[in-house]
C-alpha cells in the first residue's frame, strides 16, 4: 500500500502499518516532517484544543491515552530518543473574565472526572514563578504533555524502514486513480500501483486530483512560532503555560517555544516581523524574563485546516481504495496515533470505528 504525506501523521500511519506487517511506500514532495510538523510546538493538550466539540474531544482523548506507548515504541524501534514529558498545561487568567471562563471549564472537566486544580493569585506565584504576577489565577491540568516533534517523525521514519517500508522524497503526487483493480499514483514522470492509497499530504492534500471523487476542501493556514534560548539564571517556566496571546513549552535544554499565529495567507511559508513582534509581546507579558531571552529561530508552518475544524479520516465513497487522512489543523501531533490506528485497523482488519462517521471525508460533498 501507498502512503501520500511523510509528516507526523503519514509517518505515524506508515509505521503502524508497517509494525502491523504491511508492505508500505510512502512518497512526499519533502523529506519527512518538512512541512506543519516542522514548526509544530507538539503539545499534547485535549482538554484544551477541543473547544467543546465532542468528536474533536473523543478523538484527542484516545489519542493522548496511546501517547505512551505510541511514543515507547517509537523510540525502542528505531533506537532515538524522543523529548516527551507530561508536566500539565498551566492557564493563566489575567482578568476576571478569563478566570471565570477557566473556572466554567474546570466544572465542565471536574464533571468528566478530569484531574485540575484551580490555583489563586497566592497559590499560582508560588507553583510557577515565572507567571506574571499580574496574573489573577491559573488552571493547572496535569494530564496534558509535549512531545518533540522532530525527533518524533525521525523515529517513526526509522522504525517504518526497519519494518520494512520504504520512503521517495523529493516527488510530487499530481493524480491518484482508482480502479477495479488496485491504484495508480501518477508522481512526477513515474506511475506507482497499490492496493490502496493513504493520501496524508496535509496542506497540500486538496492540490491531489482523484479521478472520481474530490479531496476535502484541506485548506493552509500559516502558523509561526518563536524558538527562545532562555536567560542564564532565570527561572525556566515548568508547565506548558497557556495565555490568551501565546502558549509556551519547555525544553530540557533551557529553551522554551512560543506560539502561534493563525494566518490565512495561503501558501506562503515565510516569516514576518509583525509574528515576532506580536509573539515576543505575548510571551513578555506572560513570562516576564522571556524579554531577555534570545531568539534562537522562527519556525514556520502550513496547517491543514478544515471548514469545521475535524480531521478527514476514513475512505472516500467514491473512492473505496482511497483512504483519507487530512485536515488535523493543529491537532496533528496530538491525533497521530489515533489516526494512524483508526487507518491502520480500517485497511488491514476491516475494522470501522464508529468515530469514522464523525470525520468522514464524504461530510464535505454528500456522498453516501
Given at each position: 500500500?501507498?502512503?501520500?504525506?511523510?509528516?507526523?501523521?503519514?509517518?505515524?500511519?506508515?509505521?503502524?502499518?508497517?509494525?502491523?506487517?504491511?508492505?508500505?511506500?510512502?512518497?512526499?514532495?519533502?523529506?519527512?516532517?518538512?512541512?506543519?510538523?516542522?514548526?509544530?510546538?507538539?503539545?499534547?493538550?485535549?482538554?484544551?484544543?477541543?473547544?467543546?466539540?465532542?468528536?474533536?474531544?473523543?478523538?484527542?482523548?484516545?489519542?493522548?491515552?496511546?501517547?505512551?506507548?505510541?511514543?515507547?515504541?517509537?523510540?525502542?524501534?528505531?533506537?532515538?530518543?524522543?523529548?516527551?514529558?507530561?508536566?500539565?498545561?498551566?492557564?493563566?487568567?489575567?482578568?476576571?473574565?478569563?478566570?471565570?471562563?477557566?473556572?466554567?471549564?474546570?466544572?465542565?472537566?471536574?464533571?468528566?472526572?478530569?484531574?485540575?486544580?484551580?490555583?489563586?493569585?497566592?497559590a499560582l506565584a508560588a507553583f510557577e514563578p515565572?507567571?506574571?504576577?499580574?496574573?489573577?489565577?491559573?488552571?493547572?491540568?496535569?494530564?496534558?504533555?509535549?512531545?518533540?516533534?522532530?525527533?518524533?517523525?525521525?523515529?517513526?521514519?526509522?522504525?517504518?524502514?526497519?519494518?520494512?517500508?520504504?520512503?521517495?522524497?523529493?516527488?510530487?503526487?499530481?493524480?491518484?486513480?482508482?480502479?477495479?483493480?488496485?491504484?495508480?499514483?501518477?508522481?512526477?514522470?513515474?506511475?506507482?500501483?497499490?492496493?490502496?492509497?493513504?493520501?496524508?499530504?496535509?496542506?497540500?492534500?486538496?492540490?491531489?486530483?482523484?479521478?472520481?471523487?474530490?479531496?476535502?476542501?484541506?485548506?493552509?493556514?500559516?502558523?509561526?512560532?518563536?524558538?527562545?534560548?532562555?536567560?542564564?539564571?532565570?527561572?525556566?517556566?515548568?508547565?506548558?503555560?497557556?495565555?490568551?496571546?501565546?502558549?509556551?513549552?519547555?525544553?530540557?535544554?533551557?529553551?522554551?517555544?512560543?506560539?502561534?499565529?493563525?494566518?490565512?495567507?495561503?501558501?506562503?511559508?515565510?516569516?514576518?516581523?509583525?509574528?515576532?513582534?506580536?509573539?515576543?509581546?505575548?510571551?513578555?507579558?506572560?513570562?516576564?524574563?522571556?524579554?531577555?531571552?534570545?531568539?534562537?529561530?522562527?519556525?514556520?508552518?502550513?496547517?491543514?485546516?478544515?471548514?469545521?475544524?475535524?480531521?478527514?479520516?476514513?475512505?472516500?465513497?467514491?473512492?473505496?481504495?482511497?483512504?483519507?487522512?487530512?485536515?488535523?489543523?493543529?491537532?496533528?501531533?496530538?491525533?497521530?496515533?489515533?489516526?494512524?490506528?483508526?487507518?491502520?485497523?480500517?485497511?488491514?482488519?476491516?475494522?470501522?470505528?464508529?468515530?469514522?462517521?464523525?470525520?468522514?471525508?464524504?461530510?464535505?460533498?454528500?456522498?453516501?
Amino acid at each position: 500500500m501507498l502512503v501520500i504525506g511523510a509528516g507526523v501523521v503519514g509517518a505515524a500511519i506508515a509505521e503502524e502499518l508497517a509494525v502491523r506487517g504491511a508492505r508500505v511506500s510512502v512518497i512526499d514532495m519533502r523529506a519527512p516532517g518538512r512541512g506543519a510538523s516542522q514548526a509544530s510546538a507538539g503539545i499534547l493538550a485535549p482538554f484544551i484544543e477541543s473547544h467543546g466539540e465532542a468528536a474533536m474531544l473523543e478523538l484527542g482523548r484516545r489519542s493522548l491515552a496511546l501517547y505512551d506507548a505510541f511514543v515507547e515504541r517509537a523510540s525502542r524501534e528505531s533506537g532515538r530518543r524522543v523529548e516527551y514529558a507530561r508536566p500539565g498545561t498551566l492557564q493563566v487568567a489575567m482578568n476576571e473574565t478569563e478566570a471565570a471562563e477557566l473556572e466554567i471549564a474546570k466544572r465542565h472537566l471536574d464533571a468528566a472526572a478530569i484531574e485540575t486544580r484551580w490555583l489563586d493569585r497566592a497559590a499560582l506565584a508560588a507553583f510557577e514563578p515565572a507567571v506574571t504576577r499580574a496574573a489573577i489565577g491559573a488552571l493547572f491540568t496535569p494530564i496534558h504533555a509535549f512531545v518533540g516533534v522532530a525527533d518524533l517523525v525521525t523515529a517513526l521514519v526509522t522504525s517504518a524502514r526497519f519494518a520494512g517500508a520504504s520512503f521517495e522524497n523529493a516527488v510530487e503526487v499530481v493524480e491518484i486513480d482508482p480502479g477495479p483493480d488496485g491504484v495508480v499514483v501518477r508522481a512526477g514522470s513515474r506511475e506507482h500501483h497499490a492496493d490502496v492509497v493513504v493520501l496524508a499530504a496535509g496542506s497540500w492534500t486538496s492540490r491531489v486530483r482523484i479521478k472520481g471523487a474530490a479531496p476535502p476542501p484541506v485548506r493552509p493556514v500559516r502558523g509561526q512560532l518563536l524558538h527562545l534560548q532562555w536567560p542564564a539564571q532565570a527561572l525556566l517556566p515548568q508547565p506548558i503555560v497557556w495565555g490568551s496571546s501565546c502558549y509556551t513549552v519547555p525544553w530540557s535544554d533551557g529553551t522554551l517555544l512560543v506560539g502561534a499565529t493563525v494566518e490565512e495567507v495561503g501558501f506562503d511559508e515565510h516569516s514576518t516581523v509583525e509574528a515576532v513582534r506580536d509573539l515576543s509581546a505575548a510571551v513578555s507579558a506572560l513570562l516576564p524574563e522571556a524579554a531577555r531571552a534570545s531568539i534562537e529561530a522562527v519556525k514556520v508552518g502550513l496547517r491543514p485546516a478544515l471548514p469545521d475544524r475535524l480531521p478527514a479520516i476514513g475512505r472516500l465513497a467514491r473512492a473505496p481504495s482511497v483512504m483519507m487522512a487530512a485536515g488535523h489543523f493543529r491537532n496533528g501531533v496530538l491525533l497521530a496515533p489515533i489516526t494512524a490506528k483508526l487507518v491502520a485497523d480500517a485497511i488491514l482488519d476491516n475494522v470501522v470505528d464508529p468515530i469514522l462517521a464523525a470525520t468522514s471525508p464524504d461530510r464535505f460533498d454528500g456522498a453516501a
